[in-house]
């Protein structure tokens, strides 16, 4: 089997190549180390360098390897920042699908595997179903829902077999702790290393089922070989809601430090986001997942190994109004 991994350099996306590897899957990723890294990726893929929304190269990458599979994780997933980055997210996480789309019924791949989230189903709907109606409140979730609805329409018109995973709050070793706008167990670790106060915005009580990498990378990567799973939705990750607050709690007490935490004025944001998993357990296995604590700690021995790194701006806003004051202060300072 050969299979491209797009994303593959970074957090989700060098996981599951890494577990496609491991299934024994010829594996090209595809990354433009906009927000991964080159290390991530595993020494047995092969790493070409560039971006899906280039669609002279991703129908270059195509036409040069017969791709039995794609698992598109290529996307810049910040749904807070996704309001002021319209133009921005929209090339990237849908344009740039779209591209892969095109390539795989062009070129007869067997199966599309999309790594959607589970912000397409918006508000006041936990815990989230698969068959509840999709109501995203970012355009973040809007372009994951659309690429969804797309898949849909590739399937009917050309055939094109497609499985979307829907997963929420992952972290883990090889996420990227140096970037602000998003992932806020990253950002925290980064916070306690740097000696700075763990940032929260509001108070603290909005909840987040938190999941672990490897409770996630490895059920994307084998889908491909259970046929129950094409051509469906399946939320992915795990079951226990924790506030903010107590997350930022629990990677303090990990790193050996009081929590010290500086509470930010509140985002537009959803309150709540935890969802059912039955319908992923029926179609591949019931399975333990990793606690909170230990997964914080596991992430911390990597973390620590790694030193923190300098978060940088993201330099390409395009609407500043209504911005939280912490990011456009902290964007005016350092650019």
């Not at 070409?48 to 195509?62: K, M, N, P, Q, W």
């Not at 609805?149 to 009917?156: G, I, K, Q, T, V």
């Amino acid at each position: 089997m050969r299979s491209l991994v797009t994303g593959g350099a970074g957090f989700i996306g060098s996981h599951v190549a890494r577990h496609c590897l491991e299934l024994g899957h010829e594996v090209v990723v595809l990354d433009d180390l906009s927000g991964g890294f080159e290390q991530n990726v595993p020494r047995a893929a092969r790493l070409i360098e560039g971006s899906v929304t280039d669609h002279a190269l991703v129908e270059r990458v195509f036409a040069e390897s017969k791709f039995d599979f794609v698992y598109h994780l290529a996307a810049y997933a910040a749904e807070g920042l996704s309001h002021f980055i319209r133009r921005f997210n929209y090339t990237n996480n849908l344009v740039g699908s779209a591209n892969l789309i095109n390539a795989a019924v062009a070129h007869s791949v067997r199966c599309l595997v999309f790594t959607s989230s589970i912000a397409v189903y918006g508000a006041a709907q936990t815990p989230m179903e698969e068959d509840q109606t999709p109501l995203p409140e970012d355009p973040y979730g809007i372009s994951k829902y659309a690429v969804e609805l797309d898949l849909r329409s590739a399937h009917a018109m050309f055939g094109l077999d497609f499985i979307v995973f829907r997963p929420h709050n992952v972290y883990g070793e090889h996420q990227n702790i140096g970037d602000r706008y998003r992932n806020v167990i990253g950002i925290f670790m980064n916070q306690v290393m740097r000696g700075e106060p763990m940032t929260i915005f509001g108070d603290g009580t909005q909840t987040r089922a938190f999941s672990h990498i490897h409770d996630v990378a490895p059920l994307i990567a084998r889908s491909v070989d259970i046929p129950e799973a094409r051509n469906d939705v399946f939320n992915v990750g795990a079951d226990q809601p924790y506030t903010v607050r107590a997350v930022a709690e629990a990677v303090a007490r990990v790193f050996g430090v009081e929590p010290r935490i500086e509470f930010l004025p509140a985002r537009l944001e959803v309150e709540h986001a935890f969802s059912q998993h039955d319908k992923a357990q029926r179609v591949f296995g019931r399975h333990s997942c990793i606690g909170l604590e230990d997964g914080i700690e596991r992430m911390a021995r990597w973390a620590r190994s790694h030193g923190a790194r300098e978060t940088q701006p993201f330099t390409r806003i395009e609407l500043d109004r209504n911005l939280p004051p912490s990011w456009a202060q902290w964007t005016r300072a350092k650019s």
